[in-house]
């Protein structure tokens, strides 16, 4: 099962330089629109699949430069035996070594066995493909795969279109399931409508281990093909070729004209049990044509939850969905950096795998907040809800996503990790217990920003303190919501020795004059962790509407400090 080790990119459409090592198993490519990601598979997909010509443009040349030739470099490594002989490809063999990510021109102790297959072309657009080696270069002597091994390493492609897949064409995923050969000349003299008859009697001897895969396959996948899948010729053919034997279904349908994403998992499907013979599958756009839960079912199908899979896969996604379902390790983020372009892999940061399950949007967002916990979240998507009411940009169009970092110890290893990835970041926290000093001043000397209430205030205090008469009032019913007047009467005994009670609170609320105590007290007592005692805002959907209802409608009253924060962080999350 051929393995690519590095992937090395130059002047190729959107690309001017890359150099990457993908993993054995699945890789998930994700970034922003236009950030290279497809550009990449179909650098693979030139470079090894089994094409004997490709119609290159000078669109295809980085900035139209047709100077610079587009040379695209893979290197295989888990080579097959006679990949690895001596009397075969002796004098191209390299060595890998997969701890320090580097390539030797000759094999050695230690290293593992590798080809180095080069994708090469000039201003004339035609293509050179060539196996590199500095020894045969010094000897004089160049070569390509023999045709029969290149055809063996060639990838599958899983695009918007790949129903030529479940056709016996040539290259189709059909063709390698088994060594079996369909041959239609025994209908050659009926007409269209006989010749399909009297094939299709046939048909079943000449390919049934194929059409028994198939079959299997569909049905695991809750595809209905019927009792059997069959091979027929199709109806409108001129002639009768090998490629116009195609799958149908029971009752003679064909299945190419199966939906995108049934056709797309069947594929899948097939692959796996390919994976013998073809390892490497390319798939772009994974979610195209597909419901979450079959996305969910193409990604098992792909190798995602196995241990060891038989495929190196390398996908494109937007989905929040497939990210969701894949580890850190396997996720990797494209960007442009400079002039270059690189794949920063996720997996690097492992303490990431709780927030890739529960905000694997933060992973396809342009810019992320790392908010202390679940209150931050909810008070700035309400704001965003009533801007947005009133007919003013969203943060979630200017592709800001907030992440609940679950504690103030959390948000600086989170928010540095993905300042590292790339993304514009920013935290937003209390004040009444910091994350180390050192950690915030190295993130805002790397660009990140540092939103946080007055000093040693948490969120529940400055709501009361700093808001005006009326969104008190608002705040106090609303605690009442879920708990009694006993209850919070306790509370703020408890916070203040008794010195306010529920009554004098609603004798101040009565009389339109809150006193700094009573409304420290309130803050105290609504931001709990006293004595066991329970918050009263602490669900994302709580604080969603005190953001919404309570706090901007009542901004432009408030205290300034308070005010200017509120504002500052709605500015940083539309872009501002």
């Avoid at 494209?334 to 270059?340: E, I, M, Q, T, Y």
Wanted: proline share 3%.
């Amino acid at each position: 099962m051929a393995t690519i080790r590095i992937v090395e990119i130059d002047n190729f459409r959107g690309i001017k330089s890359l150099k990457w090592h993908p993993g054995p198993g699945l890789n998930c490519l994700i970034g922003i629109g236009d950030s290279g990601k497809s550009t990449i598979l179909d650098a693979i997909d030139l470079c090894l699949g089994a094409r004997r010509t490709f119609q290159f443009t000078d669109a295809d040349f980085h900035g139209l430069v047709t100077s610079e030739p587009i040379s695209v470099t893979l290197t295989i490594g888990n080579l097959a035996p006679e990949l690895k002989s001596i009397d075969g490809y002796g004098l191209y063999l390299r060595g890998f070594d997969e701890a320090k990510l580097e390539l030797e021109d000759e094999p050695g102790s230690g290293l593992e066995t590798v080809l180095s297959l080069n994708m090469r072309v000039e201003s004339d657009l035609e293509p050179v493909w060539s196996l590199l080696s500095d020894r045969a270069a010094a000897a004089g002597q160049t070569r390509n795969l023999s045709w029969s091994d290149r055809v063996a390493l060639s990838p599958v492609r899983i695009g918007a279109l790949s129903d030529h897949n479940l056709s016996w064409r040539r290259g189709s995923i059909l063709n390698r399931l088994s060594d079996e050969t369909a041959d239609a000349s025994t209908a050659l003299l009926a007409a269209a409508r006989e010749a399909r008859k009297s094939f299709g009697a046939d048909a079943d001897k000449m390919l049934g281990k194929a059409l028994g895969i198939v079959t299997a396959v569909a049905s695991d996948l809750g595809i209905d093909v019927g009792a059997k899948a069959k091979a027929e010729l199709e109806a409108h053919s001129a002639s009768v070729t090998a490629g116009t034997i195609s799958l149908h279904d029971e009752t003679g349908v064909p299945l190419r004209r199966l939906g995108i994403g049934s056709a797309r998992l069947i594929i899948s499907g097939l692959q796996q049990k390919n994976a013998s013979e073809s390892s490497i599958l390319l798939v772009d756009e994974l979610e195209h044509g597909l419901e979450p839960h079959r996305i969910i079912r193409f990604l098992d199908n792909l190798g995602a939850k196995q241990k060891d899979s038989p495929l190196q896969v390398f996908l494109t996604s937007h989905s929040s969905v497939a990210v969701r379902e894949l580890t850190v390790e396997q996720v990797s983020i494209v960007r442009k950096s400079g002039s270059a372009h690189e794949v920063l892999w996720v997996g690097q940061h492992s303490h990431l795998q709780g927030i890739l399950r529960v905000y694997p949007e933060a992973f396809l967002a342009r810019s992320v907040l790392i908010c202390e916990g679940a209150s931050e979240v909810g008070l700035l998507r309400g704001v965003d809800q009533h801007r947005s009411a009133a007919g003013k940009p969203s943060m979630h169009a200017h592709g800001t996503c907030l992440v609940d970092a679950g504690g103030y110890t959390k948000i600086m290893p989170r928010a540095r990790a993905f300042q590292q990835m790339g993304f514009k970041v920013a935290t937003f926290r209390d004040d009444d217990y910091r994350p180390e000093a050192a950690e915030e001043s190295a993130f805002e000397a790397a660009g990140g920003k540092i939103f946080k209430w007055r000093k040693d205030k948490k969120l529940e205090v400055e709501l009361f303190e700093c808001l005006p008469h009326p969104a008190i009032k608002m705040l106090v019913e609303k605690s009442l919501e879920d708990r009694s007047e006993q209850e919070i009467d306790s509370q703020v005994r408890s916070y203040s020795k008794n010195a306010v009670t529920f009554t004098r609170v609603q004798e101040e609320l009565g009389k339109g004059e809150l006193s700094q105590e009573t409304r420290t007290t309130l803050g105290c007592a609504a931001g709990g962790n006293k004595e066991g005692k329970k918050a009263w805002f602490k669900t994302v959907g709580e604080m969603e509407e005190i953001g919404r209802d309570v706090v901007w409608p009542n901004l432009e009253a408030s205290d300034k400090e308070f005010k200017d924060t509120v504002i500052a962080l709605r500015r940083w999350c539309i872009g501002g």
